[in-house]
T-cell receptor, first 112, second 113 residues
Framework: RKEVEQDPGPFNVPEGATVAFNCTYS??????FFWYRQDCRKEPKLLMS???SGNEDGRFTAQLNRASQYISLLIRDSKLSDSATYLC?????????????FGTGTQLKVEL | NAGVTQTPKFQVLKTGQSMTLQCAQD?????MYWYRQDPGMGLRLIYY???????DKGEVPNGYNVSRLNKREFSLRLESAAPSQTSVYFC????????????FGSGTRLTVV
């Protein structure tokens, strides 16, 4: 079983739609959680951290359910520029320090 | 601009050749990482360095070596390249706190023929 699992998509949605991505993680020792965005042939960039209480950044809302080991990302009023791959990421503290484990990503295509 | 700089951006190697991928960060981060990204596999950790002077294996270390030259620089070496090492390689750095995400370099696209 992968440590971080995501639906690979692609999700094809019209501009203005609301879209939600889900992610599950297997290691209950995971300490912190993130969503990264990766554009085609570019490096991943931090989109937002995910907090237990849920957090919002403009059109983006992230939620964490530690009991179910489940993370979500909601994008409202989607824009063409939101087209990218969204990576679910968990941070595990080990004896050697912090390590991020990445999901394989969910591809989003926003269309006119 | 502050950030993580990787060189080269592209490289083609013949099987058996060696090369070193360079990575430098100017954010005074303690931790540095090397990942590879392959289609359908996501980003996989090769090696990491939690602080200057320390290195540890990640998920896929075979065929690679690393050097944490100083706090700024963390290099990845392929001693004898194989076609299976064809991939996109990303270097990243982080302050070290568990709540802080990583900053990535722009990647090195390596093809081994």
């Amino acid at each position: 079983r992968k440590e971080v699992e995501q639906d690979p998509g692609p999700f094809n949605v019209p501009e203005g739609a609301t879209v939600a991505f889900n992610c599950t993680y297997s290691n209950s020792a995971s300490q912190s959680f993130f969503w990264y965005r990766q554009d085609c042939r570019k490096e991943p960039k931090l989109l937002m951290s995910v907090y237990s209480s849920g957090n919002e950044d403009g059109r983006f809302t992230a939620q964490l359910n530690r009991a179910s080991q489940y993370i979500s990302l909601l994008i409202r009023d989607s824009k063409l520029s939101d087209s990218a791959t969204y990576l679910c990421v968990v941070n595990i503290l080990t004896g050697g320090g912090n390590k991020l484990t990445f999901g394989t990503g969910t591809q989003l295509k926003v269309e006119l | 601009n502050a950030g993580v700089t990787q060189t080269p951006k592209f490289q083609v190697l013949k099987t058996g050749q060696s090369m070193t991928l360079q990575c430098a960060q100017d954010m005074n981060h303690n931790s540095m990482y090397w990942y590879r990204q392959d289609p359908g596999m996501g980003l996989r950790l090769i090696y990491y360095s939690a602080s200057e002077g320390t290195t540890d294996k990640g998920e896929v270390p075979n065929g690679y070596n690393v050097s944490r030259l100083n706090k700024r620089e963390f290099s990845l070496r392929l001693e004898s390249a194989a076609p299976s090492q064809t991939s996109v390689y990303f270097c990243a750095s982080a302050e070290g706190g568990s709540s802080i995400g990583y900053t990535f370099g722009s990647g090195t696209r390596l093809t081994v023929v």
